[in-house]
């Protein structure tokens, strides 16, 4: 044996002493991965951190925007147009008191959530000529697309 011949390659094009079954390795790592994402999933519903559904459509004169907002009023929700992005957030606070005279006992409890997703459009927002409406947890926001900024060049 030539010296070096220790490292030739063998069947699966893999060096001598690498030719191992990583099967169970896999499988192991898998098992871990699934423990991990169900906990983080027993957490997210736990603390309310999903987000609100966002549905972007685009059609020749204008880009839909429709987020789903169930339970939450019109003041809740706040649009900002910052350049080319829309900005859409929604807050939510709550306040729970509890008292029992007889047991002298008073508990006061505060949450506040705030949500947010961010569109980007490959334009400036006109911030005048976009339009927003909400009815029954729906939130539509219609930005056109024509922007005086953006201009097409013939190619000769």
């Known amino acids: 044996m030539k010296r070096g011949d220790n490292m030739g390659l063998?069947?699966?094009?893999?060096?001598?002493?690498?030719?191992l079954d990583m099967k169970p390795l896999h499988d192991?790592?898998?098992k871990i991965d699934t423990v991990f994402n169900e906990s983080f999933k027993h957490l997210h519903s736990q603390f309310n951190l999903t987000n609100f559904r966002v549905d972007v459509t685009e059609t020749d004169s204008e880009i839909i925007v429709k987020a789903e907002l169930p339970g939450?009023?019109?003041?809740?929700?706040?649009?900002?147009?910052?350049?080319?992005?829309?900005?859409i957030s929604v807050e939510e606070s709550k306040q729970v008191e509890g008292k029992d005279?007889?047991?002298?006992?008073?508990?006061?409890?505060e949450s506040f959530h705030q949500m947010e997703r961010v569109i980007t459009v490959p334009f400036e927002i006109p911030e005048k000529e976009t339009k927003a409406?909400?009815?029954?947890?729906?939130?539509?926001?219609?930005?056109p697309k024509m922007n005086s900024q953006r201009k097409f060049i013939d190619i000769d």
Do not use: A
């Open 72 to 87: 939450y009023q019109r003041n809740q929700i706040n649009l900002e147009i910052i350049g080319n992005q829309l900005r």
């Open 133 to 143: 409406s909400f009815q029954n947890g729906l939130l539509k926001v219609v930005i």
């Open 101 to 109: 005279e007889q047991k002298n006992y008073y508990s006061k409890q």
């Open 28 to 30: 192991f790592m898998r």
């Open 10 to 19: 063998k069947k699966g094009n893999y060096p001598n002493g690498f030719d």
